[in-house]
């Protein structure tokens, strides 16, 4: 079974950046592919950033956020700079069999880091 631990979310302000931390255990992450959702109140889980065969990311980050995994250290991170409130989420780190846009392509989720971009 494989277990992930978010970490790293906070309070920052409009154009600061933050680095989201998201440690595996139980099975190796490089066996999966791996992606970070956010939900905001009252919207949907939306998927922000992904990689397994291809990398993914939104519109609303592209250009902003960077997804990345290290292998020695069996943990997937999530670099998100000029953070604007729109940014402001729940985030999730997430695996599954394959890339996907969905919630439904993926098995394993973090318990959540909240992430509050303040102007």
């Known amino acids: 079974q494989l277990q992930l631990v978010e970490s790293g979310g906070g309070l920052v302000q409009v154009g600061d950046s933050l680095r989201l931390s998201c440690a595996a255990s139980g099975r190796t992450l490089s066996s999966y592919a791996v992606a970070w959702f956010r939900q905001a109140p009252g919207k949907e889980r939306e998927c922000v950033a992904g990689i397994g065969l291809s990398t993914y990311y939104s519109s609303s980050v592209k250009g902003r956020f960077t997804i990345s995994t290290s292998h020695a250290k069996n943990t997937m991170y999530l670099q998100m700079n000029n953070l604007t409130p729109e940014d402001t989420a729940v985030y999730y780190c997430?695996?599954?069999?394959?890339?996907?846009?969905?919630?439904?392509?993926?098995?394993?989720w973090g318990q959540g880091t909240q992430v509050t971009v303040s102007s």
């Open positions: 997430t695996a599954g069999p394959r890339i996907g846009t969905t919630a439904a392509n993926y098995n394993y």
